[in-house]
């Protein structure tokens, strides 16, 4: 076992109802559990053992966790950084070459399935969309808006590490 650290997408969970954002976060202690106690490092895995703890909380809590996220939608908003192979993958289904992202990271030996698609495809991925920056307001410090802090709450967006120090780098489930 060891440590991680959860992180949930608060652009995918702000605008939805709070009992996501509690069964997602469930879902993804379960993850974390399974990780620290049998060095589970498969966290995409929801086999049998992730199925008990999740049967187990939803039983005694009356939560719904389950295996898959039904956020498609939001998803799919924020993939804005797209990627086609040039290779024979891209007339296949069901993503016909393409691969699409939140973050602008390149397709590559790093994702769980780049061997694979080596071997069967052999093709180059190119960056084909991403996102419009240029309706975004770029704002200076000075420019913002300040809350007067009187001193009866923490600073917005404080952190745990503040209060529990993390040394490790971690996993990220």
């Not at 992180?7 to 469930?26: A, G, I």
């Not at 993804?28 to 589970?40: G, K, P, R, S, W």
């Not at 009356?62 to 998803?75: K, L, P, Q, R, S």
């Not at 070459?97 to 061997?115: F, I, L």
Request: aromatic content about 10%; some cysteine.
């Amino acid at each position: 076992g060891g440590m991680c650290s959860i992180r949930l997408s608060e652009p995918l969970l702000k605008l939805r109802p709070r009992k996501d954002l509690v069964e997602t976060l469930l879902h993804e202690m379960i993850h974390a559990l399974l990780f620290v106690t049998n060095n589970d490092k498969d966290h995409e895995s929801h086999g049998p053992e992730f199925c008990k703890h999740m049967y187990r909380i939803n039983r005694l809590t009356g939560a719904n966790i389950t295996i898959y996220h039904e956020f498609h939608d939001e998803v799919d908003f924020y993939r804005q950084h797209w990627w086609r192979c040039n290779g024979p993958c891209r007339n296949r289904k069901p993503y016909y070459g393409y691969v699409k992202r939140v973050m602008n990271r390149a397709p590559s030996a790093n994702d769980h399935w780049w061997a694979e698609h080596q071997k069967s495809c052999g093709g180059t991925y190119t960056k084909v969309r991403e996102p419009d920056n240029s309706s975004k307001k770029c704002k200076k410090k000075d420019d913002q808006a300040k809350i007067p802090d009187d001193g009866s709450r923490k600073a917005r967006g404080s952190s745990i590490q503040s209060i529990i120090p993390f040394s490790g780098k971690g996993y990220i489930l």
